[in-house]
T-cell receptor, first 113, second 112 residues
Framework: NAGVTQTPKFQVLKTGQSMTLQCAQD?????MSWYRQDPGMGLRLIHY???????DQGEVPNGYNVSRSTTEDFPLRLLSAAPSQTSVYFC????????????FGPGTRLTVL | AQSVAQPEDQVNVAEGNPLTVKCTYS??????LFWYVQYPNRGLQFLLK??????LVKGSYGFEAEFNKSQTSFHLKKPSALVSDSALYFC??????????FGAGTQVVVTP
């Protein structure tokens, strides 16, 4: 099993550009989520999905879109990048929501100039 | 609303000494609590969790955590710290419909 994979590892964008961060898991997990990690703020939930076709907003959803067309994939779209979106982004998956261990991808380091 | 707090930004400990990383929680209903570790430039890795049962939970790499309902705490412990334990540690609570909450993280520095 590859676990949770994320691409790209690094990305530099200019303000106003759009891009998609890819996330895939091969564990047949129903639950997937996107977090951003900023110094001193821990991980903050952006969007999550409890199954294919079902997504919902987390704590900091503004400026980001998601979709879940398959169990395996959960891409995160930045519609119009802003410097405030400079962060490290992590995708995670788990079998269930409240009680199950989350498996994290290696992260994408995004810089918006 | 579910939340966790990690009161210490950094914990410094000498190798071989006991290590404690503190976490307190505020949860409505049954608390589901997790500890994760993050090494530099890596994703988070699961250490242990409390769902129900024994208050002392044993996890990976010799770590354990004690669930204390009266003090609403879930402190992470290791009897004898190693230099390789230097990392960023996160406490987390499992929320309804997948809304996990994470603490701000505690940097552990173990000196030889």
């Amino acid at each position: 099993n590859a676990g949770v994979t994320q691409t790209p590892k690094f990305q530099v964008l200019k303000t106003g550009q759009s891009m998609t961060l890819q996330c895939a898991q091969d564990m047949n997990h129903e639950y997937m989520s996107w977090y951003r990690q900023d110094p001193g703020m821990g991980l903050r939930l952006i969007h999550y999905s409890v199954g294919a076709g079902i997504t919902d907003q987390g704590e900091v959803p503004n400026g980001y879109n998601v979709s879940r067309s398959t169990t395996e994939d959960f891409p995160l779209r930045l519609l119009s990048a802003a410097p405030s979106q400079t962060s490290v982004y992590f995708c995670a998956s788990s079998r269930e929501t409240n009680t199950d261990t989350q498996y994290f991808g290696p992260g994408t380091r995004l810089t918006v100039l | 609303a579910q939340s966790v707090a990690q009161p210490e930004d950094q914990v410094n400990v000498a190798e071989g000494n006991p290590l404690t990383v503190k976490c307190t929680y505020s949860v409505s209903g049954n608390p589901y609590l997790f500890w994760y570790v993050q090494y530099p430039n890596r994703g988070l890795q699961f250490l242990l969790k409390y769902i129900t049962g024994d208050n002392l939970v044993k996890g990976s790499y010799g770590f354990e955590a004690e669930f204390n309902k009266s003090q609403t705490s879930f402190h992470l412990k290791k009897p004898s710290a190693l230099v390789s334990d230097s990392a960023l540690y996160f406490c987390s609570t499992g929320g309804s419909w997948g809304k996990f909450q994470f603490g701000a993280g505690t940097q552990v520095v173990v000196t030889p």
